[in-house]
């Protein structure tokens, strides 16, 4: 059974930090490239930062660059995002997200979401 289990989230202050993790089971981890998405009230789900399984490259939605940081340890199944210089914009449900090709066939995995409120 695949699981993509998000933590880290909460209640921040402007300018604060917090770091996600999204630990992930049921599915080989090291071979699959890894994401995280939000979606801010009555907006859209937007792509925030992913990174690769091969080389451990990063690619990060330009609001997000300079702040963002997202990092993966494989042994043990957890990818994680450091979050700094936090903005009220940055409120969001944020998503956990895998995605791996096995044959022709893309296969991609959610987690449940957890909630980040920026406000002072």
């Known amino acids: 059974q695949v699981q993509l289990v998000e933590s880290g989230g909460g209640l921040v202050q402007p300018g604060g930090s917090l770091r996600l993790s999204c630990a992930a089971s049921g599915f080989t981890f090291s071979t699959a490239a890894m994401s995280w998405y939000r979606r801010a009230p009555g907006k859209e789900r937007e792509l925030v930062a992913s990174i690769q399984s091969a080389d451990g490259s990063t690619n990060y939605a330009d609001s997000m660059k300079g702040r963002f940081t997202i990092s993966r340890d494989n042994a043990k199944r957890t990818v994680y995002l450091q979050m700094n210089s936090l903005k009220p914009e940055d409120t969001a449900v944020y998503y956990c997200?895998?995605?791996?090709?096995?044959?022709?066939?893309?296969?991609?995995?959610w987690g449940q979401g957890t909630q980040v409120t920026v406000s002072s």
């Open positions: 997200h895998a995605g791996k090709v096995v044959g022709l066939k893309s296969i991609v995995y």
